[in-house]
């Protein structure tokens, strides 16, 4: 891994690099950049009642990676990571297992115990299916056509003890 990288909470100046490294993945679509945008912005909002926790991987002052979780509404220690993105040239240098521990560590911090974590069962998210398998992620379930016909939503658990 780069040691030029650190991470650091996600700052309004970096909303621009964020979505240009959500849009170069070619993963996302319209609709779901919107959303990421929306969280994005919601996070860095610094309004007490969010609970997004945003973080960038950083090099050289620009984010080249994202992460972004928070409690789940009505569970007692559970977290979803929402989101966790790396710039496609800064890929497979360890950027995202960095952002992943450090969410992991983050949420330790504030008493979470179990980490859950969405997404798409088609092939081209086979790659981000075995950087979760990896990383010690488990798929606890698939719900076929969850996003669309023939895009089942996968769902995998990280226990944090």
């Known amino acids: 891994m780069n040691p030029s990288i650190t991470i650091r909470p996600a700052q309004a100046f970096d909303e621009t690099a ?6 170069k993945t070619g ?10 945008r929306e969280v994005f912005c919601e996070a860095v909002s610094g309004k007490p009642e969010c609970t ?20 789940t509404p009505c569970t007692v220690g559970t977290f979803d990571m929402y989101w966790i993105a790396v710039n496609p040239a800064m890929q497979r240098k360890g950027i995202g297992k960095l ?17 859950v974590v969405e997404t798409s069962g088609l092939p081209q998210y086979e790659p981000t299916r075995r950087f979760y398998e990896k990383n010690d992620y488990f798929l606890a379930a698939e719900v076929p056509d969850f ?14 003890y």
């Open 18 to 23: 964020v979505m240009d490294l959500l849009e």
């Open 27 to 36: 993963f996302f679509r319209g609709v779901e950049l919107a959303v990421a």
């Open 52 to 71: 997004y926790q945003s973080y960038v991987a950083d090099t050289g002052g620009k984010a080249v990676g994202w992460v972004c979780f928070g409690p």
């Open 99 to 115: 952002l992943s521990q450090f969410a992991e560590e983050v949420i330790k911090q504030q008493n979470g115990r179990l980490i």
């Open 147 to 160: 996003y669309a016909p023939g895009d089942s939503k996968c769902i995998y658990l990280k226990p944090l």
